[in-house]
């Protein structure tokens, strides 16, 4: 049973970087025709996809975001990250990652690990 | 920018059928999924590609995509079913979420 686990600082400064690691247990990132994604929780605008990753390192951006984001994977340690930069409290939410099956029209996200909360404040 | 609206919440009886409704501009001619959130909970994949249910999801879950409106319906509605409920759709550049429907069961 597949499950993931976000790590990171809880708490950024304003116009600083967030980095988050996203580890992935019970199967190999590197198998199957699946995506690394993160995915943010916000009370202001709700669930938004951030962007993904394959294990050969294709990444793909939400285009709100992109400017500002940098996901990575190191298969070695069966691990993704995201960096968001120049943040500001807009970027307050719990981030989430997880797998995500397909791409474009049929894509669903399952599982998702359990969520962390990142503050952005001074 | 593509949108998905959700009404913010809805109540029903238990035993009774709830439908959550997710509204977009032809969305019929999309794929919707849909994810339950507990409270203090991630995300659970509920239905997928309208109306496929991933293993392990209840049979009274079921849904639909017609015209502009998808819709989830849970049958014999059971308090465990008390959670928020987001649809989820792909638009052109992006995938993009419903506001989300709190259901309350009472």
């Known amino acids: 049973q597949v499950q993931l686990q976000e790590s990171g600082p809880g708490l950024v400064k304003p116009s600083q970087t967030l980095s988050l690691t996203c580890s992935v247990s019970?199967?190999?990132?590197?198998?199957?025709?699946?995506?690394w994604s993160w995915i943010r929780q916000s009370p202001g605008k709700g669930l938004e996809w951030i962007g993904y990753?394959?294990?050969?390192?294709?990444?793909y951006y939400n285009p709100s975001l992109r400017s500002r984001v940098i996901i990575s994977v190191d298969t070695s340690k069966n691990q993704f990250s995201l960096k968001l930069n120049s943040v500001t409290a807009a970027d307050t939410a719990v981030y989430f990652c997880?797998?995500?099956?397909?791409?474009?029209?049929?894509?669903?996200?399952?599982?998702w690990g359990q969520g962390t909360l990142v503050t952005v404040s001074s | 920018s593509y949108e998905l609206t959700q009404p913010p919440s809805m109540s029903v009886s238990p035993g009774q059928t709830a439908s959550i409704t997710c509204s977009g501009d032809?969305?019929?001619?999309?794929?919707a999924s849909w994810y339950q959130q507990r409270p203090g909970q991630s995300p659970v994949l509920v239905i997928y590609?309208?109306?496929r249910r991933p293993s392990g999801i209840p049979e009274r879950f079921f849904g639909s995509n017609s015209g502009n409106t998808a819709t989830l319906t849970i049958s014999g509605t059971q308090a465990l079913d008390e959670a928020d409920y987001y649809c989820?759709?792909?638009?052109?550049?992006?995938?993009?979420f419903g506001g989300g429907t709190k259901l309350t069961v009472l």
């Open positions: 989820q759709t792909w638009d052109s550049a992006t995938w993009v």
């Open positions: 997880a797998r995500q099956y397909g791409d474009s029209a049929v894509v669903r996200f399952h599982p």
């Open positions: 990753i394959y294990h050969s390192g294709t990444t």
């Open positions: 032809k969305l019929g001619d999309k794929y």
């Open positions: 019970g199967a190999s990132i590197t198998s199957g025709a699946y995506y």
């Open positions: 590609q309208d109306t």
